[in-house]
């Protein structure tokens, strides 16, 4: 952080717009990207057009520098003169002319300065560790505490007015903010799967830096430039202000404003075309730094999304086995159209679509019902829009994310009509959410006491104290043994589980009738999992909960749920009890998810390798209007590209029925764990789905 | 926590050192001598070094470093050469100045920059790109260039406010805001402009937190999760950013010190320097880097008190 950059606006600062993280990319991009990208472009254009013209300067004047006129003193714009005459006649275009390169050239300079050493320091420092890194950043932080203009003024002081030694001094002084910035950067750059590599075989330090590491800060630095640049013009012009800047043959911009300033009494028309000239070159770099660092941040932030699938995706869809519990027939799902709302159900979803706004939808009219105490696991791979439709119940969909059809009857009320305020009555306090990254869901700055007792009081509108002995005893209903410690402890002291423990406890603050788990269990370790599994499984059986689990973990389902929706593609393909569907798979992409089960049965030999599931699920606008499962099935015809019927399935309950989206459902007889005799094709690789 | 303490008093000290060598150094590799300012112009180099050699400055570099060093540890900064004052108490007087521009400017940066940045986080649209167009242009302009203007337009066309000089809080409370009025303003334009944009960002990232959601499915009220959550989360960059923000002004009211002819600690700087005031110059140099140096402590224990992580440890 700049501590001081005086006149100018610091670099953090400028750091902080710099980047309008992505996020902000979809709120800005109302905004025409071609305006955004010509913007740069227009800057670009005037930063080149300024340092042709400034070099160029004695070409092109219109007028000898000194040309005085005296009968044209103060003269406003005129064809002879475009920008007007100054107190002894002289053309203002002209002088700014004249003046430019000695304002632009040695802040170039400074810029040059700054990198040189900062970089190279930055480089020295992530390669040779913590000693040699300690030591610069040590340097580089005294630096930045210098106050950098009365030094620069000191140095004028001592050695009188050189403007391209200031401007030197200067890039020793912001050097330290560069090798702040490119420290970081480096040290990660490096710790590159291929940065690595190449290191490991022997190519010569230099080399890396040169080949991988510089390029790879390539933007970063493009981006620090530019908005050095801006500091810097501002410096040197604060500077020549002051008269501390160049003054023969011309002054350079901050000179003729202070010569201008002489006379904004009687000719405020002087301080306008100095100023304009300044004031866009400095625009310019800074737009020139926000068009290139928005367009970093937008890369970085579509690598992170890769990532993020790919990581999601390696992750092996595990069955559990043939652990189902009997699972009681009372809250079977419901088929897609039957009439009226089943009247015992406490949540009825019907024909729910969602869909992005002017966008493809990603969730399809999907259909299910919950019984008061039923557990339902809705399951699928990555990418089937079970979050999309968890979220969808209480009204929780992402920005720009909203419910385009069908209903969600809960407790008598169709939650997809009515407006936020009343959803947000019945958030917290009917329906509950815990997610899937317990270490993020909670406040960070603010103790778990304040967290927990803020809803208890506005839900149970009790005082402080009952707030905080209700928090207390919660924590203990989800097995936490010194809830006192833990209420007094802020997020970062706690464990994963814990933190977790803690997220039900919040869940619970508003005594809700629906749960809603979306892969509660995902981000913890195994054995916390299990953990959390039978607090999930104990909190049903003790208060009569419904919760309704988003996993991608058939064990899970099998271990804790009662009824199960497996989507595809945004659409339930088959639904019923547990025993029934995960039991005796009716539709292929169930069987198959079933066969990528890494669980072997005892007595079977271990496989070589594990089956997966080839292909990936299709994003939503290629969904074909047929089977969309087609693609991946082994057992796929022509037939399935008509669009597919959900029928019935997994016999009929007397609260609901199951239901399979497949022309041709494999029979019962067919034993889903012999993988050779499912739709489980080709074996790729082990545990990787896709 | 004391640990952390002690370290940065340690810091804090190095970089005074640190400051005060780099001056000592500047001065006297410039080549300049005092005598040749208090001789005068026009005397034999004799009378030159008869001069040097009573201001001790023909003793040992090291020497001289550590009597002065010594003398300003006891708050003795020497003399003028030019007018023969105490450096010090010129400086202790001129202090209040500075501080209150930097205090005011900094104070209204802060009201309305996170004002005007969480109006653009929360309602968007057009108003944030009003936001961000505006404070971009703000950040740009040179602000001698913002002051001179506003001192054409308020004071010399509208008469509104006085255009330079300074009186005292103790003369007059009412003239003292006056006079302070317009350097302020021109000050808290730019200081705004780059509160607003940290506000901005700060919100707008804090909304996307995965904890907002957590509240959101609690069906906490938009103002709480908007004004205690989101804003408490976007705190810690918008503090330290006030406080370079205070470390700036301090810097850059040299200039604004000269547009205004304020009698403050900048006017003191381009005043020594204009006359090779030697130990004027190493005594401004040593006083703002004290007030940067207390500055960033106070600013890292407001930080260290915000962030449980380093509150708890």
């Known amino acids: 952080m700049t501590a001081s950059s005086g006149t100018g606006p610091s670099l953090t600062t400028a750091a902080g717009p710099a980047g309008p993280p992505a996020a902000e990319g979809r709120r800005r991009s109302r905004l025409p990207r071609a305006v955004r990208s010509a913007g740069g472009a227009l800057s670009a254009a005037w930063l080149v057009l300024l340092l042709l013209g400034s070099l160029t300067a004695p070409l092109w004047e219109p007028y000898p520098v000194d040309d005085q006129e005296p009968l044209h003193t103060l003269a406003g714009p005129s064809g002879s003169h475009w920008l007007g005459t100054d107190q002894l006649g002289r053309d203002v275009l002209t002088r700014i002319a004249a003046g430019s390169w000695i304002s632009v050239g040695p802040v170039l300079l400074a810029v040059a300065v700054a990198f040189g050493i900062g970089i190279p320091l930055a480089l020295t420092a992530a390669e040779h560790g913590r000693w040699v890194e300690r030591g610069s950043s040590r340097f580089a932080e005294l630096l930045l505490a210098l106050p950098s203009v009365i030094i620069l003024l000191a140095f004028v002081g001592a050695f009188g007015v050189h403007p391209w030694a200031i401007m030197t001094v200067l890039g020793v002084l912001l050097s330290a903010p560069v090798y702040r910035i490119f420290v970081g950067q480096a040290q990660s750059v490096r710790t590159l799967l291929y940065v690595d590599a190449a290191r490991v075989n022997g190519v010569s330090s230099l080399r890396v830096n040169l080949r991988h590491v510089l390029p790879a800060m390539a933007t970063t630095i493009a981006v620090q430039a530019a908005q050095l640049f801006a500091i810097g013009i501002l410096i040197e012009a604060g500077l020549a202000f002051l008269g501390f800047g160049p003054s023969v043959p011309s002054p350079s911009w901050g000179g003729l404003i202070a010569d201008a300033s002489q006379s904004v009494y009687t000719d405020p028309w002087l301080m306008v075309p100095t100023g304009l000239v300044l004031a866009l070159t400095v625009i310019a770099a800074n737009v020139l730094a926000d068009t290139v660092g928005g367009e970093r941040e937008r890369e970085r932030k579509r690598a992170a999304a890769a990532r993020r699938a790919k990581r999601r995706a390696a992750r092996p869809v595990v069955a559990g086995g043939t652990a189902a519990r009997p699972a009681s027939m009372t809250a079977g799902p419901v088929a897609g159209t039957v009439a009226a709302a089943d009247p015992d159900a406490l949540l009825d979803v019907r024909d729910l679509t969602v869909a992005v706004a002017d966008g493809p939808a990603l969730v399809t009219r999907v259909s299910f019902g919950m019984r008061p105490g039923a557990v339902l696991g809705l399951v699928g791979e990555s990418g089937c829009g079970k979050t999309i439709t968890a979220r969808a119940l209480p009204g929780l969909l992402p920005e720009g994310v909203q419910v385009a059809g069908g209903s969600v009857w809960f407790a008598g009320r169709d939650l997809a009509g009515l407006p936020e305020h009343q959803l947000r009555a019945i958030r917290g306090r009917e329906i509950a959410m815990i997610s899937q990254e317990p270490m993020v869901a909670l406040d960070p700055v603010f103790s778990i006491g304040y967290q927990l007792t803020q809803p208890i009081r506005r839900f149970r509108g009790v005082g402080r104290a009952e707030a905080r002995r209700i928090a207390a005893e919660l924590l203990g ?12 402890s802020y997020p970062h002291q706690l464990s994963g589980g814990m933190a977790q423990r803690v997220c039900i406890a919040l869940a619970l603050t508003g005594s809700p009738r629906l749960l809603i788990a979306d892969e509660p269990t995902t981000a913890l370790d195994v054995t916390v999992q299990a953990e959390i599994l039978s607090l999930l499984r104990s ?152 | 926590m004391l640990t952390y303490l002690a370290r940065r008093l340690a810091f804090a000290v190095a970089t005074v050192l640190a400051a005060s060598v780099v001056s000592f150094l500047l001065v006297h590799a410039s080549g300049s001598s005092p005598g040749a300012i208090t001789a005068g112009a026009g005397a034999s180099p004799a009378q030159v070094a008869a001069e040097n050699h009573r201001l001790g400055w023909d003793q040992p570099l090291v020497t001289q470093y550590l009597t002065w060093l010594g003398h300003a540890a006891r708050g003795n900064l020497g003399v003028s050469l030019i007018d023969g004052h105490n450096i010090w108490s010129d400086l202790l007087n001129r202090l209040p100045v500075t501080a209150s521009i930097a205090l005011f400017a900094t104070l209204l940066s802060a009201i309305f920059g996170v004002l005007i940045g969480v109006a653009a986080a ?130 850059g009211s040299v200039v604004i010190e000269q547009l205004f002819a304020l009698p403050g600690l900048g006017q003191a700087a381009a005043n020594a320097i204009d006359n090779s005031d030697i130990p004027a110059v190493q005594g401004v140099v040593i006083i703002a880097t004290v007030v940067v140096v207390i500055t960033n402590l106070v600013l890292d224990l407001v930080l260290a008190a915000l962030d449980p992580k380093v509150r708890t440890a």
Not at chain 2, 197 to 217: N, P, V, Y
């Open chain 1, 539 to 690: 909190l049903v059986k003790t208060t009569g909960l419904s919760v309704l689990i988003v996993s991608h973990d058939l064990g899970v389902v099998a271990d804790l749920c009662d009824d199960v929706a497996v989507m595809y593609a945004g659409q339930v393909v088959e639904a019923g009890t547990v025993a029934g569907v995960l039991g005796q798979p009716s539709h292929p992409y169930t069987a198959a998810l079933l066969g990528a089960n890494p669980h072997v049965a005892e007595g079977l030999p271990v496989p070589d390798r594990l089956p997966s599931i080839p292909g990936t699920v299709p994003a939503p606008a290629d969904w074909p209007s047929g089977c969309r499962f087609a693609g991946r099935c082994a057992l796929a015809t022509a037939a399935c590209a008509d669009p597919v019927p959900a029928t019935r399935a997994h016999g009929a309950g007397p609260g609901g029925t199951g239901i399979v989206r497949c022309i041709h459902p494999l029979s019962p007889r067919q034993e889903p764990h012999q993988a050779h005799g499912l739709p489980v094709p080709r074996p790729v690789e082990p545990g990787v789905t896709s």
């Open chain 2, 122 to 251: 929360v309602r968007g649209g057009r108003l944030d790109r009003l936001v961000s167009v505006g404070s971009g242009v703000a950040l740009s302009l040179p602000q001698f260039w913002v002051g001179i203007l506003l001192v054409y337009l308020i004071a010399i066309k509208w008469h509104l406010l006085p255009a330079t000089g300074y009186v005292t809080f103790s003369a007059s409370p009412g003239q003292y805001l006056q006079s302070l009025a317009l350097p302020v303003i021109t000050l808290a334009i730019t200081g705004t402009a780059i509160i607003a944009r940290t506000t901005r960002t700060g919100m707008i990232t804090a909304l996307r937190q995965e904890h907002i959601r957590t509240l959101q499915a609690l069906g906490t009220p938009p103002w709480r999760i908007r004004y205690v959550h989101a804003l408490r989360f976007a705190g810690g960059p918008v503090v330290s950013v006030l406080g370079i923000q205070f470390i700036a002004l301090f810097g």
């Open chain 1, 477 to 488: 209903q989800v097995g936490i043994t010194d809830p006192r410690r833990v209420l007094r």
